[in-house]
């Protein structure tokens, strides 16, 4: 599936001359609050209702998604596009591509990324599973094994359960008055 892409540079161009921008940000709450685009609105992946989406449009003007770097807003765009609305366009190099361009953010506190959470989940269960599988039994290797092969998964599909998980930990959710 094919999905159409926009320069950070083109779409605050857009944004400049006044034409209406519809921006999601499929973000998590807390990455949404630590910095995104002035007129994004936060609209989780996790929580992304892609038919109502395609359902409720009433024009076909275009969609903008936006996410960290671009791969979870080209998942979005997919699932838009699979509910029926085909104008959707994803931001190239997501929110990180958007502040480096020194374009207008706003910032918020600041949080640990989800990449970051998934790093250190997951080398914590690699140790543990080796810890335990030399002093407890060597099954637990099993642990070590399985982490592994999760990580084979994402890197192959672009697509993180442990990533999705840790997105729904109540350290990652914000009352929703503190998003846009």
């Known amino acids: 599936m094919s999905v159409n892409s926009i320069t950070p540079q083109r779409l605050h161009e857009l944004i400049t001359t006044g034409e209406p921008i519809e921006l999601f940000d499929v973000r998590t709450p807390v990455e949404f609050r630590e910095v ?78 989800l990449e970051r959470q998934v790093r250190i989940a997951a080398g914590s269960l690699v140790l543990t599973g080796a810890v335990l599988s030399h002093w407890v039994h060597p099954w637990w ?15 192959i599909t672009d697509t993180c359960g442990m990533g999705l998980l840790l997105a729904r930990m109540p350290w990652n959710n914000v009352a929703s008055c503190e998003t846009k």
């Open 141 to 155: 290797i099993g642990l070590s094994g399985f982490v592994g092969a999760g990580l084979i998964f994402a890197g």
């Open 36 to 113: 995104h685009v002035t007129i994004a609105r936060n609209t989780p992946l996790t929580e992304l209702d892609a038919k109502k989406i395609a359902a409720t449009r009433s024009t076909d003007s275009p969609l903008y998604v936006i996410c960290k770097s671009g791969g979870r807003g080209r998942q979005a765009c997919e699932q838009i596009i699979a509910a029926g609305y085909s104008n959707v366009v994803n931001v190239e190099g997501g929110t990180q591509a958007w502040d480096t361009a020194g374009l207008p953010v706003i910032r918020g506190q600041k949080a640990i990324s």
